[in-house]
């Protein structure tokens, strides 16, 4: 099928409407303003749809709830970790002090015992 250029301007000269198009036209307008009175909703983000598993508020806050868990969990055991290492730290300075203190003991018990056999080895050859 061939068009002429006389056919395209035919078919794109300006027509009139007529009148019903303008009553066509004012009483979608009357439409639009009881419509515009009432609120109009927007569309949903899917996050925020029914259907949606979680919401990102309670994502984020499960989340941040996991850290600090997660977070104290660690401090705890830091912490007895160190508290370990200075009960051992103190357990073994206690055991250098008791050695300390039995060897000082036993010096003198050994010291004394010394002297008595002197003293009764002298009382014998006399």
């Not at 000269?13 to 009483?27: C, L, M, N, Q, Y």
């Not at 994502?59 to 941040?64: E, G, H, K, R, Y």
């Not at 868990?69 to 705890?76: I, K, Q, R």
Request: some cysteine; overall charge positive; glycine content about 4%.
């Amino acid at each position: 099928m061939h068009f002429s250029e006389d056919d395209l301007r035919s078919a794109l000269r300006r027509k009139d409407p007529g009148a019903s198009f303008t009553e066509r036209v004012i009483a979608r307008c009357r439409q639009a303003e009881g419509k515009a009175s009432a609120p109009r909703r927007l569309k949903t983000p899917p996050f925020r749809q029914p259907w949606w598993p979680l919401n990102l508020r309670a994502a984020v806050a499960a989340t941040l709830v996991l850290l600090l868990a997660v977070g104290g969990w660690l401090a705890v055991a830091r912490y007895r970790q160190v508290h370990e290492k200075e009960a051992g730290e103190r357990a073994r300075q206690q055991a250098i002090l008791a050695m300390r203190i039995a060897k000082a003991k036993l010096n003198h018990v050994l010291v004394k015992a010394s002297q008595t056999r002197d003293d009764k080895i002298r009382g014998e050859r006399l």
